[in-house]
C-alpha cells in the first residue's frame, strides 16, 4: 500500500510510449484509466484537492480496475487509514477517508 506501484503494474493505465520515469499525472491516463479515476474521485478515495497528479492509491486502484484484478475496498481503505496514522498527523491537514470513518463509526453504533 505504501509503495507507488512499479512500472510494470501501471503501464495499462497511461498512453505509449510508457517506460521507468515516465510522467504519471492524470492528462497522461487512457480514457478507460481517465474515466475509472475520475470515478474513484467521486466515490472511493479520500478528499483532497491534489488535481495535478496522481497519489499513490489512485495508481494502486486505476491498475487493478484497468486490469480487472479482483482487491478488498475495505482492506485498502483500513490500510490507507493506518499509514495516515503511522505518519502522525503534522500539523493542521484533513484526514483522508474521514468519510468512510464516520460511515464505520455510524454503523458500528446501529
Not at 42 to 68: A, C
Amino acid at each position: 500500500g505504501g509503495e507507488v506501484p512499479p512500472t510494470e503494474i501501471v503501464r495499462a493505465c497511461f498512453h505509449e510510449p510508457f517506460r521507468e520515469g515516465s510522467s504519471r499525472t492524470p492528462c497522461d491516463l487512457t480514457p478507460t484509466a481517465c474515466l475509472l479515476n475520475e470515478v474513484m474521485g467521486r466515490t472511493l478515495l479520500p478528499k483532497i484537492d491534489y488535481r495535478e497528479g496522481l497519489i499513490r492509491i489512485q495508481l494502486w486502484l486505476v491498475s487493478h480496475l484497468v486490469s480487472q484484478i479482483a482487491f478488498d475496498v475495505w482492506d485498502v481503505i483500513l490500510s490507507e487509514m493506518e499509514d495516515t496514522i503511522a505518519e502522525g498527523f503534522k500539523g493542521i491537514r484533513q484526514l483522508p477517508f474521514s468519510h468512510w470513518i464516520c460511515f464505520i463509526l455510524t454503523k458500528e453504533v446501529d
